[in-house]
């Protein structure tokens, strides 16, 4: 691995650790010629997996697309980037372990509104009128009356 620091080819892993829930291993190493310390991580490397697009275009599935969307539907909502991560860690995860080389965009987001709308019905909303298009404001509406009547039949089961 080449040292960031001298660009020297050799160095030793210091330290060695699962990171990602096994599928990542993060490593510490130390340049054998100038001692700098640096961090690399290796990982499991998996077959591409494919987006349908609405159009019927097809392009490799692309985490920090989903990221920034959810960064977007998030803005200025008291929500950490840790969770925002993890919860985009487990769309991933769920896409891959659908076995499924390709995968529509509709169904990824659907899984992205499922999660969305657990973390924050705002941001659920908002990424919901950009995902569906409302086209007006009866649309806009119905999708706000199902989040009422989930919500109040859950009032009523307590």
Request: charged share 40%; aromatic share 8%.
């Amino acid at each position: 691995m080449k040292c960031p620091f001298c660009g020297n080819f050799e160095s030793k892993v210091v330290d060695s650790r699962p990171a990602d829930e096994g599928f990542t291993i993060r490593r510490r190493r130390e340049c054998n010629k100038c001692c700098g310390r640096f961090t690399t991580y290796e990982k499991l490397d998996r077959l591409p997996l494919m987006v349908v697009k609405k159009d019927g275009r097809r392009e490799s599935f692309n985490r920090d697309k989903v990221l920034n969307g959810v960064i977007k539907a998030t803005e200025k909502r008291p929500i950490s980037m840790d969770k925002l991560n993890d919860m985009v860690d487990e769309v991933e995860k769920k896409l891959y372990n659908m076995m499924e080389k390709e995968i529509t965009s509709k169904t990824i987001g659907e899984i992205i509104m499922n999660k969305l709308k657990g973390l924050d019905e705002v941001a659920y909303v908002r990424f919901a009128s950009v995902y569906r298009q409302f086209k007006d404001i009866n649309t806009f509406m119905e999708e706000l009356n199902k989040l009422l009547d989930k919500e109040n039949s859950e009032f009523a089961e307590e």
